[in-house]
């Protein structure tokens, strides 16, 4: 098990109010609330951002990079993620927002759109040419790929072999700026403007590579207010920058990446609830007939990050209506597999959740949780501090929480110590 989890979802703790608003909504459970104060169990977490979007006191922060860090490198390249495009009314040329990101510093723009278009064609022909493998999951949503590693062991071999698009366009903006420029890779930033905090953390810490290409990750909702009176300036000339079209700048909203692969047989699912139910339908083989999946943790896909600023069914609806003035797709590669395409290390099983060191203390400590439900009331209320009363049983065997955490079953004991002490204080009168 790896010793180490980067994170970009953090708590404040100064914020943080103790509610029971974030462990009730944790897919993972990965929060508990212990001295009024909430507590993130980095092993757990898949920094989905399901806490920052309900967290009422804004406890919960994501972190990322400052655009500040433009003034790190000699030549920078900005990676807009298509979900971008949908945060602005009556956009209906790319071209405006790509030219108002080098107003704002950038020397260069690659679209991560057209990278998409590239993983979709080395997927469809990855699914013909491997049809007993099938269904195969996409590995774009970063959320989704750590929730399998840790939950769903048994689907990793589902999980397609290509890295997700944001990687393949680092790698693809740095080759070109190189040739460009003549600079050493490595005075190159290459910065990518992510929607959610899952991306920032694949990119801190990727799963699937060694290493990553992007140098920095920025927020949609930190750039957004500074391109506004720059895409003012240019709409009336903006440059021609675009390269890519409709199947790319879909992948932004849910079911873009799977209408990419050209087939009916395939299965679309946004909401990390709605992800998981999916993935254990899948684990009891209830899918039979399916090419593909496509899972996104946010609601409406990409464009429902939590480091967006338009509403997700809003923002879904203004990526359709673009994608119409878009040609179907502008990177054509054939049966090629592009360099840095394939994921070069395995994605492994974190089995985050066991209990014991060896099989028989997990028995042991199993025996004893089962124990511990059937004194506990069932009533899932998180006064506690943790979601459920499964939950608190687990932390108990775990040693990390006590028995009169539950409350209603503290309430109890003190009730019946009460009826003893009068009782006894009766028969001594």
């Not at 919960?60 to 000699?74: N, P, R, W």
């Not at 949609?220 to 009336?236: A, D, F, N, Q, W």
């Not at 021609?240 to 699912?269: K, P």
Request: net charge negative; glycine share 6%.
């Amino acid at each position: 098990m790896s010793s180490e989890f980067y994170h970009s979802v953090h708590l404040d703790v100064d914020l943080c109010m103790g509610c029971i608003n974030c462990i009730k909504r944790c897919p993972t459970q990965a929060i508990r609330v212990q001295n009024s104060k909430a507590r993130i169990i980095k092993e757990f977490c898949i920094d989905c951002g399901e806490c920052i979007r309900i967290c009422p006191h804004h406890a919960k922060t994501a972190t990322y990079d400052s655009l500040d860090v433009l003034k790190d490198f000699e030549y920078t390249v900005a990676l807009p993620a298509p979900s971008l495009y949908a945060q602005f009314n009556h956009l209906d040329d790319v071209n405006i927002v790509l030219s108002a990101l080098r107003l704002l510093g950038f020397d260069d723009v690659y679209e991560v759109s057209a990278a998409a278009e590239m993983i979709s064609e080395m997927s469809r022909n990855h699914i013909k040419e491997n049809p007993d493998s099938k269904p195969f999951i996409s590995t774009a949503c970063p959320s989704v790929v750590r929730l399998i590693r840790v939950r769903f062991p048994n689907l990793i071999d589902h999980l397609l072999p290509f890295v997700a698009p944001i990687d393949l366009a680092a790698l693809m903006a740095r080759k070109k700026a190189v040739q460009l420029t003549g600079l050493n890779p490595d005075q190159i930033g290459i910065i990518f403007i992510s929607p959610c905090p899952a991306k920032v953390t694949a990119c801190k810490e990727p799963l699937g590579s060694e290493t990553s290409n992007i140098d920095a990750v920025v927020a949609i909702k930190e750039v957004y207010p500074r391109l506004l009176p720059l895409m003012k300036t240019v709409c009336e000339n903006p440059d021609t920058n675009a390269i890519s079209g409709r199947i790319g700048v879909g992948w932004g909203g849910s079911g873009g990446e799977a209408a990419g692969l050209l087939t009916d047989s395939y299965l679309a699912a946004d909401g990390i609830e709605n992800v998981i139910r999916v993935l254990e339908d899948l684990e009891d083989q209830k899918f039979t007939d399916l090419d593909f999946i496509e899972l996104n943790a946010c609601n409406g896909g990409c464009v429902g990050g939590v480091l967006c600023v338009e509403n997700p069914y809003v923002a879904q609806a203004k990526l359709k209506k673009l994608c119409r003035y878009l040609p179907i797709s502008r990177n054509h590669i054939g049966k090629e597999i592009l360099s840095g395409a394939l994921l070069d290390k395995k994605i492994e099983y974190e089995p985050v959740y066991r209990l014991g060191s060896n099989l028989s203390e997990s028995i042991a400590m199993m025996a004893k949780i089962d124990e511990l439900c059937k004194k506990f009331p069932g009533l899932d209320c998180g006064f506690c501090g943790a979601p459920t009363c499964r939950a608190l049983a687990e932390d108990i065997a775990r040693g990390a929480a006590v028995e009169s955490d539950c409350v209603p079953l503290f309430r109890k004991s003190m009730k019946n110590l009460s009826e003893i002490i009068s009782l006894s204080n009766r028969k001594e009168e």
